[in-house]
């Protein structure tokens, strides 16, 4: 077995995207977006590439993999609850990203409270309720820009905020 010092499947330098590369170095709070009912099918997934826009109302902006199991649930729901991640959240992220083994689904990781817009993560501390903004689907390069009207927030004590740079989980400094 062989210890590599970066990925090992790593495409040379030459071949990688540099618009890819310049969104990697902006990094962000990762959130995690969920919307289903109690007893219907949930569906979440991992969101780094987002922004809040103030105003009235104010909107969450996001861009979604079209062919997502949220993407999906998301058209039919019209609601989710957009939550921030904190550190010790990284195994779940990874899992509603489709990159950690979660048997049974990546709900069955973590506690849920029920919401009149879908699913919360218990644990964490600042989240919104958001509807999906009616109108024409935007395609924003490989991926869906989803639209949505805040309906609610609650904000609670960061104690440390899962951040994602530049491909990989960091540790924000204190």
Known sequence: MTIHNEHPFLQPESDRDPVRRLRGRLGGTVSLWTTGPAAGPRAGLTVSSYMVA??????????VDPDSDFADALRRTDVAVVQLLEWEHQQLAEAFAGRFPAPGGPFRLADWVETDWGPRLATSPSWAGVRRHQGDVVEAGWAELVVCVVEHVELGNEAAPLVHRRGRYQRPVP
Do not use: F, R
């Open 54 to 63: 103030p105003g009235d109302p104010a909107q969450v902006m996001a861009l």
